[in-house]
């Protein structure tokens, strides 16, 4: 299987790296658009700023290339955040994928949101084989809206989309790379896809 993960000047790449290694998977980091779009699947991680993540993307026209793809591409972290329409981090337009705004979580408790919290309501192919009530690990300050491209929810302060899906696009808040044997039962669910 040709796995693409999304070059894109963002952190904890390699860790998603080595968590697809380990389900047998070799994957080729790059930004190249050709690489990108004859791959099987693509995986658009990331921890990072909205507003220099979306430059980044707009300078190299990967924004352009990421609403071509027509094969299976899940964001995590700030992968499902810029997939949404639009963000509170550096007031920022986004790709729009998911018509939901991404906003700070606000000052009632500690941020941001990092350790593992349960998700709840799931649905869809991403959660198949999961044991009940599943715990993810989180690292975020920022938060996705629930619509009705949720397919997944956590509750921090308040209910949030922890997964989305819309067509052959996916995405999810925590990092499954770090979500234990969860996690890669849900990396295995998207390359099976």
Not at 19 to 43: M, S
Not at 141 to 152: I, K, L, M, Q
Not at 167 to 172: F, G, L, M, Q, S
Request: some cysteine; glycine content about 6%.
């Amino acid at each position: 299987m040709n796995v693409a993960i999304l070059k894109y000047n963002a952190g904890n790449v390699q860790s998603v790296i080595y968590a697809l290694q380990r389900l047998g998977v070799d994957p080729v980091l790059t930004d190249d658009r050709e690489t990108l779009l004859k791959a099987d699947k693509v995986i658009f991680p990331g921890q990072g700023e909205a507003s220099n993540a979306m430059r980044y993307l707009r300078e190299r026209e990967l924004d352009k290339l990421l609403l071509e793809m027509t094969q299976p591409v899940l964001g995590i972290c700030i992968g499902q955040q810029l997939m949404c329409r639009h963000s509170e981090e550096g007031n920022t337009d986004c790709l729009g994928i998911f018509d939901l705004a991404v906003k700070k979580f606000p000052p009632r408790e500690k941020v941001p949101h990092m350790g593992w919290n349960r998700l709840d309501n799931l649905k869809g192919p991403l959660f198949e084989r999961l044991p009940e009530d599943p715990f993810v690990y989180y690292v975020h300050s920022y938060y996705c809206e629930t619509g009705p491209d949720t397919v997944a929810e956590s509750n921090y302060i308040l209910p949030f989309s922890a997964a989305l899906q819309k067509d052959n696009y996916y995405a999810i808040q925590a990092h499954p790379e770090k979500s234990g044997k969860d996690g890669a039962i849900m990396l295995e669910n998207f390359l099976s896809l």
